[in-house]
């Protein structure tokens, strides 16, 4: 079965700098990764997807790139603020359905 | 009130007693899922329900036992549960098992955190 790592696993950074989260990935066959946002009490929040027919995708202060040769996805905050204190998990999934295989999650942690 | 709402928000239990967790979706889905999340682990995808029929067992102890009555609502029954089963688990639903074109990802609650004693 697929198999996600993440690192690192905790981030620290200061308000206004950047924090990049890498993932990479075993089947070769995944095509759709999302990543998520868990706040401090409550579930995952999605915050950003991309599929495989694209290498980059960006929304506002995130992005995520895509090396599907490498198998590795990253994900990139622009101008950290505090309210971007969260753990964040990567996922990969295969063929279109939504059984989705985790990363163990990096808690970052923006100091102001 | 929208999204997935699960109750209670916390339980403390004895190994010997017999609980259940709730979940219900306002989101028109019709799977739903059960994971547990444990510090430190990937979430460990438990069980899958689509048009309340379960898809998906993934090894679970018996200890654990899921309901599904309609698309809206999941239950977890909980009975002589273990120590290490101590985790939040979470509940998610989404239109139906694929994923792509309208199909979002899967919504989450904010989950049960449980702890046996």
């Known amino acids: 079965g697929e198999n996600v790592e993440q690192h690192p696993s905790t981030l620290s950074v200061q308000e206004g700098d950047s924090a990049v989260i890498k993932c990479t990935y075993s089947?070769?066959?995944?095509?759709?990764f999302p990543w998520y946002k868990q706040e401090l009490g409550k579930g995952p929040q999605l915050i950003i997807d991309?599929?495989?027919?694209?290498g980059e995708k960006k929304d506002q202060r995130i992005a995520v790139t895509l090396n599907k040769t490498a198998k590795h996805f990253s994900l990139h905050i622009t101008e950290t603020q505090p309210e971007d204190s969260a753990v964040y998990f990567c996922?990969?999934?295969?063929?279109?359905?939504?059984?989705?295989?985790f990363g163990i999650g990096t808690k970052l942690q923006v100091i102001p | 009130e929208t999204g997935v709402t699960q109750t209670p928000r916390h339980l403390v239990m004895g190994m010997t007693n017999k609980k259940s967790l709730k979940c219900e979706q306002h989101?028109?889905?019709?799977?739903m899922y059960w994971y547990k999340q444990s510090a430190k682990k990937p979430l460990e995808l438990m069980f899958v329900?689509?048009?309340?029929?379960?898809?998906e067992n993934n090894s679970v102890p018996s200890r654990f036992s899921p309901e599904c009555p309609n698309s809206s609502h999941l239950f977890l029954h909980l009975h002589t549960l273990q120590p290490e089963d101590s985790a939040l688990y979470l509940c998610?639903?989404?239109?139906?098992?694929?994923?792509?074109?309208?199909?979002?990802?899967?919504?989450f609650g904010d989950g049960t955190r449980l702890s046996i004693l």
């Open positions: 989101l028109g889905h019709n799977a």
């Open positions: 329900y689509n048009f309340k029929e379960q898809t």
């Open positions: 996922a990969a999934s295969t063929g279109g359905y939504q059984k989705v295989t």
């Open positions: 998610a639903s989404s239109q139906d098992l694929r994923l792509g074109g309208k199909n979002q990802p899967q919504h």
């Open positions: 991309i599929r495989s027919n694209v």
């Open positions: 089947d070769s066959a995944s095509n759709y």
